[in-house]
């Protein structure tokens, strides 16, 4: 398309139009797409704009040396856009993790009630973890209790007796690829679980890892208040 552009746009203009397609690219597509993007525009600027057209033959050695500048400047600032796109990402993220984890902190100061500091976590999980579900089991004496589900209520994909028939010493750490059950832990004692379910074909990166091992010590210490709660009212 830009060889239709208007007549006054001069030559030494075309390059920095292919560049700014490039950055483009980057921005929205992502490194490999920048790079094909950046052979595609030179190309183009052989085939349509060095003499002679229409032909990838140059007539004069310093046309292929603007030709190997422009493809070495588009590949390394396709590069960059896209590094800058995925530092962005990344921030966003840590600010939500961050968030995530203050929210969580907060519920546990605040609320009076532990079931509903329980659900504040699980959905501070939601929002930090692409997530189906999740849920937090407590081990209670003579059974077990679903205290907390993600989406509100009981958790979507299982009913009572699949969560609760788990014990301390019958729990597993992962039942598929998608589906992991972590245990909640207080001082070496198994107060519950919490089982996450993520989004088909998604994983846990190492930063999720830690926030989502975090939420499940936050976890812990509201069944421990429960247990004391307990303790002190008998």
Known sequence: LIQYLPIYISAPNIPVLFLLDVMLVALFFGRAAAI????????????????????????EPTEWISLCIFL???IVTGQLMALLKARASEA??????TAAISDASWAIASHLDNNSALMEVVQQLAKVVEIRSAAVVSFESPGSRLVAAYPDGL???????DLLRWTPGNLPTKVTDDCLYLPIEMNKVTLGFMLIELTKGKKISSSQKQIVD????H???????VELMKIESR
């Open 36 to 59: 094909i993007c950046a052979v595609c525009a030179f190309l183009a600027i052989n085939w349509f704009f060095v003499t002679p057209r229409y032909t990838f033959s140059v007539q």
């Open 72 to 74: 070495f400047t588009a």
């Open 92 to 97: 966003r993220q840590h600010q939500r993790e």
């Open 155 to 161: 958790a979507q994909d299982w009913s009572d007796p």
């Open 214 to 217: 975090t939420l499940v010590n």
């Open 219 to 225: 976890s812990a210490i509201i069944l421990q208040r």
